[in-house]
């Protein structure tokens, strides 16, 4: 049995913010013999003490193994930690939040070093990670043959699921799961501050929220259906015309509560200008292709 095909092979790791630190504990929990290298150093004593190899300096690091694991602040710092360290012969999986371009532009980057590359895309926060039951799980994608011989250590910290050869598909998949993520934040601030103005207990707004969200979320199918079928018109339960209108409902609600409109206002207008180009019969899911048509 090879060092990287066992179970516990061993994994290199740079970067030990609150999400790396996760991602060591979990592999040193699950028995991985783990190099870790951090920028300041101090944040890599705890994980020592646990077990871990802490390397000097980012060369160091990845010399003492195949499996190299970069989990930092964004793409540059990638970069700018792996310049001039020498990754030939290294599979170099890069979990770090990039955009789909920076990935595949760090895929060509690191084949020109003579590594492969994966990169990822987090769905799970610090206290999700080694905690299978928590749903955690990470997008990856690049090389499907790097990818499979480090799937079981990959799938330590969170699950692990593989979409293919392209490395920017991941981080794809990861921001539009964010950027919904982000919207859905926009809407809790939004009602919170609404509810707060009138002192309904945060509690009951909880409450409320995640029984509402829940009932809304099979629209995610619905939208699916529609942009495969391109129907947007059949069996409309909300047209953009009612939607439009009664978003300014939801704007009059703000500005007599003196709430800020400001999270309110882009999907509104979104709805609007649909609604203007002759979009007022059909169902939201319309909205995706007006975002592509006259972005604002
Ligand atoms: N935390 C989450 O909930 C979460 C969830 C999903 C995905 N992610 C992603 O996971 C990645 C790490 O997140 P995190 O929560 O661990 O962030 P963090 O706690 O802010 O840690 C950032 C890490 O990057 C290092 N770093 C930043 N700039 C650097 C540079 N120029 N050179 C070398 N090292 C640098 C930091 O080193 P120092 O310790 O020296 O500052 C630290 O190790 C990010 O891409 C994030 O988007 C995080």
């Known amino acids: 049995m090879t060092e990287n095909t066992a179970d516990t092979s061993r994994v290199v790791l740079l970067g030990l913010g609150d999400m790396g630190t996760a991602f060591a504990r979990a592999w040193l929990a699950a028995g991985h013999p783990v190099t870790v290298w951090n920028r300041t150093a101090s944040r890599a004593e705890p994980l020592a003490a646990e ?17 190299v694991v970069t989990c930092l602040l964004d793409d540059a710092s990638v970069g700018s930690v792996l310049e001039g360290v020498d990754l030939a012969g290294k ?81 794809l998949l990861d921001v539009a799961l964010l950027s919904a993520m982000d919207g859905m934040f926009a809407g809790f601030t939004h009602a919170f501050a609404l509810a707060r103005r009138s002192e309904v207990p945060p509690a009951r707004v909880a409450e409320l929220l995640e029984g509402w969200l829940a009932a809304m979320l099979p629209a995610a199918g619905e939208f699916a259906a529609r942009l495969e079928s391109g129907d947007f ?42 609604v203007a180009a002759g979009g007022g019969d059909e169902d939201g899911a319309a909205l995706v292709d007006r975002l592509l048509k006259d972005p604002a």
């Open 51 to 67: 077990g871990a190899d802490v390397a000097a300096d980012p060369a160091a690091a990845v010399a003492a193994g195949r499996l």
């Open 91 to 171: 599979d170099v999986v890069d979990v770090t939040t990039s955009t789909p371009g920076e990935a595949r532009a760090r895929a060509e980057w690191a084949a020109a070093r003579g590594a492969r590359f994966v990169s990822g895309g987090i769905m799970a926060v610090p206290p999700m990670v080694g905690v299978p039951e928590s749903g955690g799980y990470t997008f990856y994608s690049g090389s499907a043959e790097a990818f499979a011989e480090h799937e079981k250590a990959l799938s330590v910290p969170t699950g692990a699921r593989f979409q293919g050869g392209d490395p920017g598909l991941a981080a």
């Open 233 to 274: 018109t059949t069996g409309v339960v909300s047209n953009l015309a009612m939607q439009a209108h009664g978003e300014k409902t939801l704007l009059r609600t703000a500005e007599e509560a003196g709430v800020s409109t400001e999270l309110l206002l882009p999907y509104g207008d979104l709805m609007v200008r649909h």
